[in-house]
């Protein structure tokens, strides 16, 4: 069983930057899908980002696109959300999962490993 845990999360101003960390350990495949969700008070987990693990391939959801980036470091087993020019919007919690194989998805019924995320906050 792969374990995540997320870190990075806090509180800053609007137009700041972030860098969220995912650690995975434990039970590893040949190939699998890190993918980024958020959910913010009362709305639904929505997709934020993903990568493929062995090629590097990622995908960004277009509220997102342009402001933040997904990347990952194979030698550590952490993928990263570097988050830009930060939004209140932006504000919820933010969740790291992952998904057997090449998962192109954005639902979250997909990938059946989460961390416990972590808290992001942004004031105008």
């Known amino acids: 069983q792969m374990q995540l845990v997320e870190s990075g999360g806090g509180l800053v101003q609007a137009g700041g930057s972030l860098r969220l960390s995912c650690a995975a350990s434990?039970?590893?495949?040949?190939?699998?899908?890190m993918a980024w969700f958020r959910q913010a008070p009362g709305k639904e987990r929505e997709f934020v980002a993903q990568?493929?693990?062995?090629?590097?391939?990622?995908f960004h959801a277009d509220s997102v696109k342009g402001r933040f980036t997904v990347s990952r470091d194979n030698a550590k087993n952490t993928v990263y959300l570097q988050m830009n020019s930060l939004k209140p919007e932006d504000t919820a919690v933010y969740f790291c999962?992952?998904?057997?194989?090449?998962?192109?998805?954005?639902?979250?019924?997909?990938?059946?490993?989460w961390g416990q995320g972590t808290q992001v906050s942004i004031s105008s």
């Open positions: 990568i493929i693990w062995t090629t590097g391939t990622t």
């Open positions: 434990g039970r590893t495949f040949s190939d699998y899908t």
């Open positions: 999962a992952a998904a057997v194989g090449r998962r192109y998805s954005s639902s979250p019924r997909v990938y059946d490993t």
